[in-house]
């Protein structure tokens, strides 16, 4: 598979170079991981768990590595990284002082499953407010609009994060 790296590199890598997903935990660390994210923003570090042929590979790029050949480690790894994609996002939301005012109680940090539960929430919310702007705004043709196919039939989509996207994609536009 080839995977292109924020510098421009474009590896070509054969599934006998992909590692064992590795077994970290940034709970301790969230400014680590915001360091070996990604590797096209000002908070790439040049550092990663995983290096192929001497390149660093950010964390956002590891799904790519694992979807294909590697699927079965991937399975073990994918909910924590889906949990690393929204802690760095809000994260980068604002400062790291405004992130840790945001998610600290009488002065200490919130522990990391707290943390990721209240923004899983918070998405959970978002996501139900958008959903039902969709419904309000789309009416009679919401059921024409959010669809989905599997197995060659078309269906109404009812999961409110896949409305909430495809909201989202449609409008441009998130909350009111």
């Known amino acids: 598979r080839l995977l292109q790296l924020g510098d421009g590199t474009i590896l070509q890598v054969d599934a006998s170079e992909i590692p064992d997903p590795p077994a970290i935990s940034f709970a301790h660390d969230i400014p680590r991981l915001n360091d070996m994210w990604d590797d096209h923003t000002e908070h790439w570090k040049g550092l990663s768990v995983i290096v192929i042929r001497g390149h660093p590979i950010a964390v956002e790029y590891w799904p790519l590595l694992?979807?294909?050949?590697?699927?079965?480690?991937?399975?073990?790894?994918?909910?924590?990284w889906n949990d690393w994609r929204v802690i760095v996002e809000r994260y980068r939301q604002g400062s790291p002082e405004q992130f840790w005012a945001t998610f600290s109680v009488e002065g200490e940090h919130m522990k990391y499953t707290t943390i990721v539960q209240k923004l899983h929430d918070i998405r959970m919310s978002v996501d139900s407010r958008l959903a039902e702007q969709a419904h309000r705004e789309f009416g009679a043709?919401?059921?024409?609009?959010?669809t989905y196919w599997r197995g060659g039939?078309?269906?109404?989509?009812?999961?409110?994060?896949?409305?909430?996207?495809?909201?989202?994609e449609l409008t441009g536009k998130g909350l009111a």
């Open 66 to 80: 694992y979807r294909y050949g590697k699927q079965q480690q991937w399975q073990g790894t994918k909910n924590k």
């Open 141 to 146: 043709t919401f059921d024409a609009r959010f």
């Open 153 to 168: 039939q078309e269906y109404v989509m009812t999961k409110v994060s896949a409305i909430a996207k495809r909201y989202i």
